[in-house]
């Protein structure tokens, strides 16, 4: 599981998941320089509403599978909380960044 | 019922980790979650290896149920408090099944996993075994649970709610939006159906809004507190954590879980859909 050394990326596709189809919003929790393990990171859409919500990797990773359209990315730590917003255009994969703490 | 009668607090779950015939008990998706830590002294059930049927689209049967919860070491007359991770909807649907099966004391733990984690509560490793018990289940209690034909039948007459994303609700996405899009199912909704997304009756941090605000909540949207109700999602999870909110905490006395969902609805030939917000 360790991913020390690693160019920086979200972890691999499942292998029956065609980015091509897909808006993939690919992200990191981070506190500082130091990715977040175990934020609830929700997925909000453009008037605010919840869509999801996954937990971050050991690597702060998170990945969400939306739709075209201007989104809002809210991570929840018990360190502390942060959002960002995010427009996907269209499919592929979307970096998305957010700062806790 | 009161609220006490079926929801703990997280304050209250630490207090009474190891009170006698109180047993906690993690349901998650990702059984993982349970290895790397989980409340002290709780036993784990696997939604999927424990509570689905290994072939059939179905759920344990009672034989099943029996055996499982023997297995744990839970009793006919244990308190069980069920939590887990996606803001209890596993937790949720678990306790539907123990409300199915007649089990007589089972609440859930307010804002499951996350409330716990969020609060940094205590989280540990050790196995936990406990002895073996002999339960007794009750036939399926069916005035909870809604199968397909009775959701066709709902159209116009009961009230309907789609606690979906309203996304998936007008059809836009197929599947919540932490999962993959590609779908058998068709997209869109049962006709007539309101749009209530389980999250709406959730605080950000898991726990339930209070009686007033959810009342308030299922009467803006159109439910109709004369007549019948079906709450449906996609699978029967999030829908349980609305038929909790609606059955079980407003009391509301006629509430059915169509568990067969959008996945069986949106599967079947001939039916009546509907898209669009």
Known sequence: ?101 | MSREDVLVSAAWAEENLTAGGVVFVEVDEDASAYDTGHIPGAVKIDWRNDLQDPVRRDFVDRAGFEKLLSARGIGNDDTVILYGGNNNWFAAYAYWYFKLYGHRSVKLLDGGRKKWELDGRPLDADAVTREETTYTAQEQDLSLRAFRQEAVDAINTKNLVDVRSPDEFSGKLAAPAHLPQEQAQVKGHIPTAINVPWSKAANEDGTFKSNDELRELYKDAGLDEGKATIAYCRIGERSSHTWFALHELLDYSDVKNYDGSWTEYGSLVGVPVEVGA
Do not use: Y
Not at chain 1, 41 to 69: K, M, N, Q
């Open chain 1, 1 to 101: 599981m360790s991913s020390c050394g690693a160019p920086e990326q979200g972890i691999a596709l499942p292998a029956n998941v065609d980015a091509g189809k897909e808006v993939v919003l690919d992200g990191k929790v981070t506190s500082g320089d130091t990715p977040v393990e175990g934020a609830f990171v929700r997925l909000l859409d453009a008037s605010g509403e919840f869509t999801a919500e996954v937990v971050s990797s050991a690597g702060g990773d998170f990945r969400f599978f939306a739709a075209p359209g201007e989104w809002t990315v809210r991570a929840l730590h018990r360190s502390g909380n942060g959002e960002v917003k995010v427009s996907a255009d269209g499919p592929g994969l979307h970096k998305v960044a957010v700062s806790v703490g």
